[in-house]
């Protein structure tokens, strides 16, 4: 009798165990949506001031508690990026938070914008940090 006969358990074993990596394939091969906070942030850099202006941002809820950052432009240039509010709630926080904002502030140094990069372990945190920075370089302009 061979293995792949109509009524043999290996059979079955062959079709579910194919159908699984087809479906895992597809899932796979799907693209994620943009999130809108990234839509937001696309291509806004620091605005074009004479002088120096430092602004604080909107605070930001996240899932484990507000971020905030305060801005300084200097003659359209961002200078410097502070972290003011943000999840210190617990040593885990802290703990990622560490690590986290300090990426951050270099990334939004270096882009000169919020159009920056999620910490892979702080998304969270990067969501609020991107959105607060947004809204104080919006007041900057503003």
């Known amino acids: 009798?061979?293995?792949?006969?109509?009524?043999?358990?290996?059979?079955?074993?062959?079709?579910?165990?194919?159908?699984?990596?087809?479906?895992?394939?597809?899932?796979?091969?799907?693209?994620?949506?943009?999130?809108?906070?990234?839509?937001?942030?696309?291509?806004?850099?620091?605005p074009a001031v004479q002088g120096t202006r430092t602004v604080t941002g909107d605070s930001v809820q996240t899932r484990w508690g507000p971020v905030q950052v305060r801005v300084t432009v200097k003659d359209g240039r961002l200078t410097d990026v502070t972290a003011v509010v943000y999840p210190t709630d617990n040593p885990r926080d802290q703990e990622i938070n560490s690590y986290a904002l300090p990426r951050l502030r270099t990334e939004a140094l270096t882009a000169q914008s919020a159009?920056?990069?999620?910490?892979?372990?702080?998304?969270?945190?990067?969501?609020?940090?991107?959105?607060s920075l947004q809204s104080a370089l919006d007041s900057v302009s503003g």
């Open 1 to 46: 009798m061979h293995a792949l006969r109509k009524n043999h358990p290996l059979r079955r074993i062959v079709l579910a165990s194919a159908a699984t990596v087809s479906g895992m394939v597809l899932l796979l091969s799907l693209k994620p949506h943009t999130t809108p906070a990234a839509v937001v942030s696309a291509g806004a850099t620091a």
């Open 115 to 131: 159009d920056i990069d999620t910490v892979s372990g702080a998304t969270y945190t990067s969501d609020g940090y991107r959105q």
